[in-house]
């Protein structure tokens, strides 16, 4: 059974740091792409960043240089290093895994699995 569970969420100051983690089991990332989306309450999810199934990773024009994203395959875990962190950020993040080869989607019909979601809060 495949499955993504999410973990680190939390609350932090403004320019603050943290460090979400999405373990996964039932497959391993050498065959998956996995993203992050983060969504507030209302419709759609946001995409922020991915890491395909080869490595590569794409991040959202409004997170690059602030947010991180890398996997340990060994772990079968995926991080998402976020720094400089602004109250806009503030949301529920989700991962998500697509099965398959090629350059990871920004979108999230494409991934077929999901995890719970962990809050981020950034506030003073």
């Known amino acids: 059974q495949l499955q993504l569970v999410e973990s680190g969420g939390g609350l932090v100051q403004p320019g603050g740091s943290l460090r979400l983690s999405c373990a996964v089991s039932?497959?391993?990332?050498?065959?998956?792409?996995i993203a992050w989306f983060r969504q507030a309450p209302g419709p759609g999810r946001e995409w922020v960043s991915c890491?395909?199934?080869?490595?590569?990773?794409k991040d959202e024009d409004s997170v690059k240089g602030r947010f991180s994203i890398s996997r340990d395959t060994a772990k079968n875990t995926v991080h998402l290093q976020m720094n400089s962190l602004e109250p806009d950020d503030s949301d529920v993040y989700y991962c998500?895994?697509?099965?398959?080869?090629?350059?990871?989607?920004?979108?999230?019909?494409?991934?077929?699995?999901w995890g719970q979601g962990t809050q981020v809060t950034v506030s003073s």
């Open positions: 998500g895994a697509a099965p398959g080869p090629g350059i990871c989607s920004e979108y999230g019909s494409e991934y077929n699995y």
């Open positions: 039932g497959f391993t990332l050498d065959y998956y792409a």
């Open positions: 890491v395909s199934s080869d490595g590569s990773t």
